[in-house]
């Protein structure tokens, strides 16, 4: 028994955490002139082509300089190292990098960073009470609202924005609600049984 | 996506002058929907970027009853689909609206953009050399062209992907176009244009002209309106056709009305021939169906999209049958 403990302490939750901290820190690194703190800078003047930029992210506020081409998620998540949030077409189409803007779904990596100008932005991260799972979260997990679970994030922070304007959706409601967000492996049927748990507990 | 000079104009007519120095290089930016996906596939490559969010009063809706709507360029396209007096008086611009892409791009997106939104067809969005772009064939032509126009196209055969413009046109919608020491209002129908007039731009818009606002005249009661999209998917997608109506009705006829299509041809696409038909036009089915022998007449299919024409006729039926109580033969 001590010995099939072992390898099982390492979680897949702190393995994903070790691998991706990995790589948010090379590309952090690689695209450093893209985006920097400006505290790091000592309120120098901006690197050439940058401009200053800034917003508040799950309640915390943050001042960059960015390049005018840098998008929101390449700010969250090679910046700010929030990589909850994730890319997959990287095009506005599926829907993997949804964040709430001033409260409203939106697609990450299709929104200039400078966009988000003044404003707040929530991520997967900002739902979180501490290490507290929020009550959208728990339903997927009850319901089983996934299979890889790479399009989850922004599944859920579709039905964050849903159930923000509309506590209480009809299933219609809930299938247009979540149409901006696609799951390759089809676990649809699922996915809308999540959110009509969320709905009910919440 | 290529780095590029970013501008954020404070009033439109610095916009205008940042438009008109550069129109070849620079490309306007409301929403960024469009332009993004342009961009980051280097369909588009400018050096500078004009972003025009930063333009004061040009997000607001304004209903005046009984005179007209007049809706900002900037104001997103989710702010109209739950507008409750757009809903009300408009109800084929509200659905328009609510069928436009996913609840995501309708909070990114804008009315203005919108109209303004450049073609989808996937040689125009691929890695060809298209006429379009500057080549000189338009691969359409010979290659796979189920999605594209069956009327108006030549010698390119995109069509216009807005759901919105379709219903506007239907509405009697006019477009205030605003630069430099000028401004002018056109209906939406001389807002667009086909290839043979530009093959380059899909509208009239010259160097340093911005869209400010569009103007929706407020129906009477016995006016109605309507949209219907065919598209492949349940969900979110362009229209493979749709088409939208406005219809006043009186005594048992169609007093007058204006039937407009999408997904057929490279701008909504209107016929004097059927808007003169629906005058007087009892509401029987025998002579709604008179209707379908007449639209689109003139379409010229390619190889694979002949079945867009009964397409297109059969939902202009069940649009009308939608709208009036039809008295079946």
Known sequence: MPNKKKPSSLSRRQFIKGVSTGVAGTIATTKLARALPIEKLEKAAPPEGHLPLELKVNGKPYQLYVEPQTTLVEVLRNELQLTGTKVSCNHGECGACTVLLDGKAVYSCHILALDAQGKSVTTIEGLLNGEELHPIQKAFIKKDGYQCGFCTPGQIMSTQAL????????????????????????AYPKIIESVEEAAKVK | MKPFVYHQPKSIEEASVLSAKNWEEAVLFAGGTDVLGLLKDGIEEPKEVINLKGLEGLDQIDFTKGKEL?????????QIAEHPAIKQS???????????????LRNMGTIGGNICQRPRCWYFRGDFHCLRKGGDECFAVEG??????????????????????????ALGAKVTIVWKGGQKTVPTSQFFVLPEEDLYRENILKPGE???????????????????????RDVWDFAVVSVAASV?????????GRIVFGGVAPKPWEEETL???LKGLPLKDADLQ?????????????????YKIPLARNLMLSLLKELMPIIPN
């Open chain 1, 163 to 186: 159930l923000l304007k509309n506590p209480n959706p009809t299933k219609e409601e809930i299938l247009d609600g979540l149409s901006g967000n696609l799951c390759r492996c089809g």
């Open chain 2, 70 to 78: 007049r809706i900002g360029a900037l104001v997103k396209i989710a």
């Open chain 2, 90 to 104: 408009f109800p084929a611009l509200a659905q328009a609206a609510a069928q436009t892409a996913s609840p995501q």
């Open chain 2, 144 to 169: 796979e062209n189920k999605y594209h126009c069956v009327i108006g196209g030549g010698p390119c055969y995109i069509v216009h992907p807005s759901d919105l413009t379709v219903v506007l046109q």
């Open chain 2, 210 to 232: 911005i869209v400010t606002h569009i103007h929706i005249p407020v129906p009477d009661s016995k006016m109605k309106s309507g949209y219907l999209k065919f598209k492949e």
């Open chain 2, 248 to 256: 006043r009705i009186a005594n048992g006829r169609i007093e007058s």
């Open chain 2, 275 to 277: 808007n003169r038909e």
């Open chain 2, 290 to 306: 008179k209707l379908k022998a007449l639209a689109l007449k003139e379409a010229e299919p390619l190889e694979q999209n002949a």
